[in-house]
């Protein structure tokens, strides 16, 4: 049987992508936005773990010793980092591992966001690509309601306010629409 063909167009995610490994040819294709929510996440989880993680995951000098270093990352968490054992040894040796807690935390995680789908350093290109994007995206900069006013306005709001007679608009707190709507 032959083996199947990386399957690049269709989005899915070969199931062997923990594996680290990179098959020949062209390189994986793989969904960017997923790689940077998986570093994001991966971010947050670190944040949270890294004083006590720091010092031996930092010091680790195989895959075993990585794993058992991961086991002190906060319990609830599902365990998938320390399936990225190999990953991340071979991140946190990199010559241009940073020196400083945050831009540690920030260059593993975005490191491993593929979870080695891709290179470390495609990886953190990704992810750098993807916040890039974000920064660019447009957003509300003003909102406006339309709106009936008791005083006979029916139209826009301006400032949130009523044009014709500058009655404020009102906006019920989550207790009240709670209420009113178990009524
Ligand atoms: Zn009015």
Not at 42 to 68: F, H, I, K, M, T
Request: proline fraction near 7%.
């Amino acid at each position: 049987m032959r083996k199947p063909k990386n399957d690049g167009k269709s989005g899915k995610i070969s199931l062997d992508r923990l594996s680290g490994k990179r098959g020949r040819g062209r390189p994986r294709w793989v969904p960017a936005a997923l790689v940077r929510s998986c570093a994001d996440n991966y971010r947050r989880l670190l944040e949270r773990g890294w004083n006590d993680l720091e010092d031996p995951l930092l010091a680790a000098q195989s895959e075993q010793e990585v794993a058992v270093a991961l086991r002190r990352v906060p319990p609830g968490y599902p365990h998938e980092l320390s399936l990225l054992a190999p990953l991340i040894l071979k991140v946190i040796k990199e010559p241009k591992f940073p020196k400083r807690k945050k831009a540690q935390i920030n260059f593993l995680a975005d490191s491993i966001g593929a979870g080695g789908a891709v290179t470390p350093r495609r990886s953190r290109d990704i992810c750098a690509e993807e916040r890039a994007r974000d920064a660019q995206r447009h957003h509300i900069l003003r909102y406006e309601f339309w709106i009936e006013c008791s005083c006979g306005y029916k139209g826009r709001s301006e400032n949130h306010s009523c044009r014709d007679c500058g009655a404020i608009l009102y906006l019920p707190t989550a207790s009240e629409s709670d209420a009113s709507r178990d009524q």
